[in-house]
């Protein structure tokens, strides 16, 4: 379970396109997460490689040493 508070006019919107389309506030909702959560994970991701790197907890491999290692022609 979860409840959110929106923004009045997000609110209103939400509600507008539900009445619109005939689906539920809380399909929207879900929806919206579900698109956006990968993004989300990935930027997590991404920031924490970078702190790893920034840190020396990681180093960087060329593209060129990636095609080599994978016997793979540029």
Known sequence: MLAIRLPEEVEKRLDAL????G?????YAREA????????EDIYL???RL????AGRSSTVSFE???KR?????
């Not at 702190?51 to 920034?54: G, I, M, P």
């Open 18 to 21: 539900a009445k619109a389309t």
């Open 23 to 27: 689906r539920t506030k809380t399909f």
């Open 33 to 40: 997460i579900l698109e956006h959560l990968d993004d989300l």
């Open 46 to 48: 991404a920031e924490q």
């Open 51 to 54: 702190a790893d790197l920034k």
């Open 65 to 67: 040493e990636i095609m």
């Open 70 to 74: 994978y016997g793979i022609e540029g």
